[in-house]
Structure formats: C-alpha cells, structure tokens
C-alpha cells in the first residue's frame, strides 16, 4: 500500500510564494514521474508539471517561470515551489506519482488560496 501525504497549503497574498510537499511511502521499489495537479472550483483537474526519475522536468504554460518542481529521490518527496502567485491560480493542489510499475498514486489534495 502506498500512502501520499502533502503539505504546504494555505492562504497567500497574490504575488507571493508557497512551497507544497509530497511525500510517498509504503510499498514502492521505485518511482518515475512525480508531478502536480490542480483542480480549481468548477474546473477538470489540470497537469502543473512534472519531474521524470531523470529529473527533467516539464511545465504547463501557466507555470512556465512562476513554479519550479523539484524531487528527493531519498525522501521519495516531491516539491512545488510557487512563486508570483496569482488569485486564478487558487485551487486544491494534487501531487501524482507513477510507480516503476505503472501504477498511479494520488495525493489527498491541499488548498491554495490566494486573495488580498
């Protein structure tokens, strides 16, 4: 069984920074791509970016020069630094991961608000 636990949420001020966590644990041998979703009020879930095992990394547009997603292979951990926050991007934010398997794991989600 494999168990992801984020952290980092909260309310910011537009233009300010968030750093979100994810750590997995349980049963994984190995992991490939750990990445972030968010799904805002009203919306289908959307891809922020995600980090290969190589440590390339990939972007939406929304994200490109505002969020840097980083990985600890060690710690099983994935990050999501977010910077230059804006109100749209308020949203319940997931992390993913796909185990060397294939199989996919989810987050339970943590809300970023931002509003003045």
């Known amino acids: 069984q494999v168990q992801l636990v984020e952290s980092g949420g909260g309310l910011v001020q537009p233009g300010g920074s968030l750093r979100l966590s994810c750590a997995a644990s349980g049963s994984i041998f190995s992991i490939n791509a750990m990445g972030w979703y968010r799904q805002a009020p009203g919306k289908q879930r959307e891809l922020v970016g995600e980090a290969s095992s190589s440590g390339s990394t990939y972007y939406a547009d929304f994200a490109k020069g505002r969020f840097t997603i980083s990985r600890d292979n060690a710690k099983n951990t994935v990050y999501l630094q977010m910077n230059g926050l804006k109100p749209e991007d308020t949203a319940v934010y997931y992390c993913?991961?796909?185990?060397?398997?294939?199989?996919?794991?989810w987050g339970q989600g943590t809300q970023v608000t931002v509003s003045s």
């Open positions: 993913r991961i796909i185990a060397g398997r294939g199989s996919v794991y």
